[in-house]
Nanobody, 125 residues
């Protein structure tokens, strides 16, 4: 069974940066597309950025394009989300999810069936 654990969430000022990490165990991570999703209070979980099994394809929400970068290191079973120029609207619990489909389907929440417990990101002055 694939297990995911996120880390790196913190309090950041607007305009600041954070780097989130997701580590996988139990199953090789390169069998899965991995995505970062976030959930703000009172809102549904939304896709932020997702990456294909070999890292060759990525998908970003319009709200984070040009500010966030997703990457993965399959040798280390790690996926990262580099977040720059943070805005208060980026606040939420960030979850790492895995999609075991044999092709990259993008960042649709219902396609991701394994989840980590989440890490809190708060952007505030």
């Amino acid at each position: 069974q694939l297990q995911l654990v996120e880390s790196g969430g913190d309090l950041a000022q607007p305009g600041g940066s954070l780097r989130l990490s997701c580590v996988a165990s139990g199953v090789r991570m390169d069998y899965f597309a991995i995505g970062w999703f976030r959930q703000a209070p009172g809102k549904e979980r939304e896709g932020v950025s997702c990456i294909s099994m070999n890292g060759g394809a990525t998908d970003y929400a319009d709200s984070v394009k040009g500010r966030f970068t997703i990457s993965r290191d399959n040798a280390k079973n790690m996926v990262y989300l580099e977040m720059n120029r943070l805005e208060p609207g980026d606040t939420g619990v960030y979850y790492c999810g895995a999609d075991g489909s044999s092709w990259f389907r993008g960042c649709h929440r219902n396609d991701y069936t394994f989840w980590g417990p989440g890490t809190q990101v708060t952007v505030s002055s």
